[in-house]
């Protein structure tokens, strides 16, 4: 599933090819694929990309004409890719949505989706912001760490899946949840009100850390993901924890990576993770 890191690359990519281009035509194979707003496609035509943003896992492009601008949202949910027409797909069948540019450096954006678990969403400004309000909570790329400790430690319940919770913090999922609390040496389970300040200060560099280092690589390609240009990521090279059940710890303390069934899969070092360190 495209989490945090993948969809920031997605938006990269459309920002360098695609910025300034016109929207010159659009096809849509099925309407239940458009969440809502889809009655809206027509003042779509001709308009121009002015802008790609990110949030959570999901990537907005944002369109003007006449001094008012609209967007189309992209969910990239567990199987959806926004693909370049240079990118050969299988099972085009799964091509739900085509939109057709003129003067970009790509001629056309797919919106390929075989599970349609995502959707596409077609927003006003105010729609923008209802959609981002009741859907994302702060981003773990730009939020401060002093707010970060701050909201973690008003929260209670178990760190893994607060760390997943799209309300409270927007865009980590179960692969960079495991990676963040493999190297900051944590429980998935561990209670979040008994950790200390400085612990929650080195999750949050952490946090940081292993987010940016895969957007620099490009996401992590783990099944399905590729980006719009049709590469895979590399950060799955650096995955410490994640899909490495009954492999040696990397940090050399003679026990293996675990897998634990919880919400989703969690993989855990049972010494250098354990609940009763008090960290």
């Not at 450096?105 to 959707?119: M, Q, S």
Request: some cysteine.
């Amino acid at each position: 599933m495209p989490e945090l890191p993948e969809a920031e690359v997605v938006a990269q990519q459309l920002r360098t090819n695609l910025i300034g281009a016109t929207l010159a035509d659009y096809w849509v194979g099925r309407m239940d694929i458009v969440r809502e707003g889809g009655h809206t496609f027509p003042w779509y035509r001709g308009v121009i990309l002015q802008q790609v943003q990110r949030f959570g896992k999901s990537v907005a492009l944002g369109f003007v004409k006449e001094h008012e601008c609209r967007y189309i949202v992209a969910e990239l949910g567990m199987t959806g890719l926004l693909l370049f027409r240079s990118v050969p797909i299988k099972h085009s069948q799964h091509v739900h949505v085509r939109l057709a540019f003129a003067g970009g450096k790509e001629p056309e954006l797919r919106y390929w989706n075989p599970r349609r678990f995502g959707r596409l969403s077609l927003l006003d400004q105010k729609g923008l912001d209802r959609y981002v309000a009741r859907r994302f909570g702060c981003d773990p790329l730009s939020v401060l760490r002093h707010d970060f400790v701050q909201l973690l430690r008003e929260r209670r319940g178990r760190l893994k899946p607060l760390l997943m919770h799209q309300q409270v913090i927007a865009g980590i999922g179960n692969i960079y949840a495991n990676e963040i609390l493999f190297r900051t040496g944590l429980h998935p389970n561990r209670e979040v009100s008994r950790i200390r300040e400085a612990t929650l200060m080195k999750l949050y560099d952490n946090m940081q850390r292993v987010l940016r280092e895969a957007v620099v690589d490009g996401g992590s390609s783990v099944r399905d993901f590729f980006a719009p240009d049709g590469s895979e990521g590399r950060y799955k090279r650096h995955h410490l924890a994640y899909g490495k059940e009954g492999q040696p710890c990397p940090n050399g303390c003679g026990r293996l990576i675990r897998r634990l069934q919880s919400e989703r899969s969690s993989f855990f070092c049972p010494l250098c993770q354990s609940k009763k360190v008090s960290r």
